[in-house]
């Protein structure tokens, strides 16, 4: 497993247009916890999902029988250059904010602004 950074840059550069057609799906997101991870634990727990794998200052979740949707951890690399601001799910009916500041909207829901 590597823990290089995300190329933001290049990733939004040779992305496909935005909004993601019918049908499309992200594998899973591996996002940095700047909380304690128990409480992000407890959060997703809520949703449905289960720690799959842990290790120190990781903790990775899915939902069924799914290696890992998310993974969080508190590993010192250099700091992000972007963040995640929402994610879509069907976990949730309404929007609700995880313990890091992640906005997860109803699947199908509109950006707010």
Same mark, same amino acid.
């Given at each position: 497993?590597?823990?290089?950074?995300?190329?933001?840059?290049?990733?939004?550069?040779?992305?496909?247009?935005?909004?993601?057609?019918?049908?499309?799906?992200?594998?899973?997101?591996?996002?940095? &916890?700047?909380? $304690?991870?128990?409480?992000? #634990? *407890? /959060?997703? %727990?809520?949703?449905?999902?289960?720690?799959?794998?842990?290790?120190?200052?990781?903790?990775?979740? &899915?939902?069924? $029988?799914?290696?890992?949707? #998310? *993974? /969080?951890? %508190?590993?010192?690399?250099?700091?992000?250059?972007?963040?995640?601001?929402?994610?879509?799910?069907? &976990?949730?009916?309404?929007?609700?904010?995880?313990?890091?500041?992640?906005?997860?909207?109803?699947?199908?829901?509109?950006?707010?602004?």
């Amino acid at each position: 497993m590597d823990t290089l950074p995300l190329d933001l840059d290049g990733l939004t550069r040779d992305a496909a247009p935005l909004p993601l057609p019918p049908g499309a799906e992200i594998g899973h997101i591996h996002m940095r &916890a700047h909380v $304690d991870l128990d409480a992000v #634990v *407890a /959060f997703y %727990r809520k949703l449905g999902m289960a720690v799959t794998w842990k290790m120190p200052d990781a903790v990775f979740m &899915a939902w069924g $029988d799914y290696h890992h949707h #998310v *993974a /969080f951890n %508190r590993w010192p690399l250099p700091g992000p250059r972007g963040a995640l601001a929402a994610a879509y799910t069907p &976990a949730v009916s309404r929007p609700v904010r995880d313990p890091l500041g992640v906005e997860l909207l109803p699947a199908g829901e509109k950006l707010p602004g």
